[in-house]
């Protein structure tokens, strides 16, 4: 079992930045694929972040096109910890975001694990 704790969400202006943890217990992190995810009211969970191990590569990240370039997604292994931070923030990223835990197979996350939640409220 994988226990995940978020922190850092809050209120921010538009245009400032904010970087959410995710803190693991219960097994090292070191062998799963990570992801962030965000829901706002009255739509539909989004994923915002991924990151997998490739051999011979090292850790990748993925992100939708709506958070590219803005949001960088990473991990110290050595605390267990994944990190989300997110700069250049618009009122459209307000939403409770979710850590989770998993694997990478057949070109797709699947995760198993997740966060209780850490809302990031962003105001204009």
């Known amino acids: 079992q994988v226990q995940l704790v978020e922190s850092g969400g809050g209120l921010v202006q538009a245009g400032g930045s904010l970087r959410l943890s995710c803190e693991a217990s219960?097994?090292?992190?070191?062998?799963?694929?990570m992801g962030w995810f965000r829901q706002a009211p009255g739509k539909e969970r989004e994923f915002v972040a991924g990151?997998?191990?490739?051999?011979?590569?090292?850790?990748?990240?993925d992100y939708p096109d709506s958070v590219k370039g803005r949001f960088t997604i990473f991990r110290d292994n050595a605390k267990n910890t994944v990190y989300l931070q997110m700069n250049s923030l618009k009122p459209e990223d307000t939403a409770v975001y979710y850590c989770?835990?998993?694997?990478?197979?057949?070109?797709?996350?699947?995760?198993?694990?997740w966060g209780q939640g850490t809302q990031v409220t962003v105001s204009s």
């Open positions: 990151t997998r191990w490739i051999a011979g590569e090292g850790y990748y990240a």
């Open positions: 219960g097994r090292t992190l070191r062998t799963y694929a």
């Open positions: 989770a835990a998993g694997v990478y197979s057949a070109n797709s996350y699947h995760y198993n694990y």
